[in-house]
């Protein structure tokens, strides 16, 4: 069957949001004299529980901490690491071929619409998708929530479509949904297990898409 449709993660798939992430919490554990532990960051990677798990795990190592107050902190040191951020290597050139060829894209992602819209916009990549599905409205990854909707929103089978993805979590989410699922590991993903994926490809730049879907 023909491919008919494209649903890409956001966060460290689209664009490498997940290291600013890591390193703005990174800085906020420091500043209270602790480290983060990378296996609990792994842990809640790609999914919508990474901010609740990151306070709960501080609060451990600083029972004083006043999170109400660090949360805006944390959000603004976030958005100045992203301010510069533009989507990893490879990605336009997939998002210009599928529109060339007629293929739907979508957006499957366990973040707010309020962070992944904005993101979009500013990244200049907006206009290319049919459809933005967020964990606002639907199930957070591992759940297929997000994918099922996904195909819904496209009018496309599961057989018809490729998912992009750069955890482990959304490998899990897209597969249990049916799809095709590609795994592009960034920096902070790439020593993660990717065995459920059907392919696992370096970098977008690997495998350009036409070859790709002539698989």
Same mark, same amino acid.
């Given at each position: 069957?023909?491919?008919?449709?494209?649903?890409?993660?956001?966060?460290?798939?689209?664009?490498?949001? /997940?290291?600013?992430?890591? &390193?703005?919490? &990174? %800085?906020?554990?420091? %500043? !209270?004299?602790?480290?983060?532990?990378?296996?609990?960051?792994?842990?809640?990677?790609?999914? &919508?529980?990474?901010?609740? #798990?990151?306070? +709960?795990?501080?609060?451990?190592?600083?029972?004083?901490?006043?999170? /109400?107050?660090?949360?805006?902190?944390?959000?603004?040191?976030?958005?100045?690491?992203? %301010?510069?951020?533009?989507?990893?290597?490879?990605?336009?050139?997939?998002?210009?071929?599928?529109?060339?060829?007629?293929?739907?894209?979508?957006? +499957?992602?366990?973040?707010?619409?309020?962070?992944?819209?904005?993101?979009? /916009?500013?990244?200049?990549?907006?206009?290319?998708?049919? #459809?933005?599905?967020?964990?606002?409205? !639907?199930?957070?990854?591992?759940?297929?929530?997000?994918?099922?909707?996904?195909?819904? #929103?496209?009018?496309?089978?599961?057989?018809?479509?490729?998912?992009? %993805?750069?955890?482990?979590?959304?490998?899990?989410?897209?597969?249990?949904?049916?799809?095709?699922?590609?795994?592009?590991?960034?920096?902070?993903?790439?020593?993660?297990?990717?065995?459920?994926?059907?392919?696992?490809?370096?970098?977008?730049?690997?495998?350009?898409?036409?070859?790709?879907?002539?698989?």
């Amino acid at each position: 069957m023909p491919t008919r449709a494209l649903v890409f993660d956001f966060d460290g798939t689209l664009a490498d949001t /997940e290291s600013a992430v890591l &390193q703005a919490w &990174q %800085e906020v554990f420091r %500043e !209270h004299g602790t480290e983060l532990p990378l296996a609990a960051w792994y842990a809640v990677i790609g999914t &919508q529980h990474t901010t609740p #798990a990151m306070f +709960a795990l501080l609060a451990e190592h600083a029972p004083d901490i006043d999170v /109400e107050a660090l949360r805006p902190v944390t959000k603004a040191r976030v958005h100045a690491l992203l %301010e510069t951020l533009g989507p990893r290597e490879g990605v336009l050139g997939y998002l210009e071929t599928a529109r060339e060829r007629g293929i739907k894209l979508a957006v +499957a992602s366990s973040s707010s619409g309020g962070w992944v819209r904005p993101h979009l /916009e500013r990244l200049g990549i907006d206009g290319y998708f049919d #459809a933005v599905l967020t964990g606002d409205r !639907h199930k957070a990854k591992p759940d297929p929530d997000l994918y099922l909707a996904a195909l819904d #929103a496209l009018e496309t089978a599961a057989e018809a479509a490729i998912a992009f %993805e750069d955890t482990p979590h959304g490998v899990t989410s897209a597969k249990a949904a049916g799809l095709t699922c590609v795994a592009v590991p960034n920096a902070i993903t790439e020593s993660l297990d990717f065995g459920q994926a059907d392919i696992v490809l370096p970098s977008f730049t690997a495998k350009p898409l036409e070859a790709l879907l002539s698989r």
